[in-house]
T-cell receptor
Framework: EAQVTQNPRYLITVTGKKLTVTCSQNMNHEYMSWYRQDPGLGLRQIYYSMNVEVTDKGDVPEGYKVSRKEKRNFPLILESPSPNQTSLYFC????????????????FGPGTRLTVL | RKEVEQDPGPFNVPEGATVAFNCTYSNSASQSFFWYRQDCRKEPKLLMSVYSSGNEDGRFTAQLNRASQYISLLIRDSKLSDSATYLCVVTMEYGNKLVFGAGTILRVKS
């Protein structure tokens, strides 16, 4: 089954304790992206990657790191989480970047609900 | 000013009603446009793309007006299952950067 998986789905942690949220897709997609969703603000792009070893900042990259060593994986790293990073996080992938046509659909993972105390 | 703005609603409509949502975007360099649907606490899923010529998929019609910088979504004959949050999405930087609106809540009631 074609899908994007994220782990963990739920995480409660404390300020300053490094954590990683994994994201994996099995569709051989080139483009992957991380978003956070907060009430009233919608989804905001954190980082995106157009291919292996190519990553770029989105709108809200501060406090996050990513890596893209393999095509299928795009982990999100919070080196020193803070309470303002409490949010719902989504990973997404799509076939290829830069295509303004309908098959540039973003496929989203199920989300990771993170609480930082 | 937000790059993509939507009326948050909620829009409360009876089954069978026709309902329309608008979304405005501020960057004239925006390249492609989509409507996504998000059910409560679930991941967003693509509803439809939006083309300059307009496009229709069953009960759903999407329109793009580049001159006025807005896109619209029309839902005819609303079903209970249409209840969800509808997200307007605009892409920039050759499709690599996606900007989401905060969403419009639709509640269809029997």
């Amino acid at each position: 089954e074609a899908q994007v998986t994220q782990n963990p789905r739920y995480l409660i942690t404390v300020t300053g304790k490094k954590l990683t949220v994994t994201c994996s897709q099995n569709m051989n997609h080139e483009y992957m992206s991380w978003y956070r969703q907060d009430p009233g603000l919608g989804l905001r792009q954190i980082y995106y990657s157009m291919n292996v070893e190519v990553t770029d900042k989105g709108d809200v990259p501060e406090g996050y790191k990513v890596s893209r060593k393999e095509k299928r994986n795009f982990p999100l790293i919070l080196e020193s989480p803070s309470p303002n990073q409490t949010s719902l996080y989504f990973c997404a992938s799509s076939l290829s970047p830069g295509l303004a046509v309908s098959y540039n659909e973003q496929f989203f993972g199920p989300g990771t609900r993170l609480t930082v105390l | 000013r937000k790059e993509v703005e939507q009326d948050p609603g909620p829009f409360n409509v009876p089954e069978g009603a026709t309902v329309a949502f608008n979304c405005t975007y501020s960057n004239s360099a925006s390249q492609s446009f989509f409507w996504y649907r998000q059910d409560c606490r679930k991941e967003p899923k693509l509803l439809m793309s939006v083309y300059s010529s307009g496009n229709e998929d069953g009960r759903f019609t999407a329109q793009l007006n580049r001159a006025s910088q807005y896109i619209s979504l029309l839902i005819r004959d609303s079903k209970l299952s249409d209840s969800a949050t509808y997200l307007c999405v605009v892409t920039m930087e050759y499709g690599n950067k996606l900007v989401f609106g905060a969403g419009t809540i639709l509640r269809v009631k029997s």
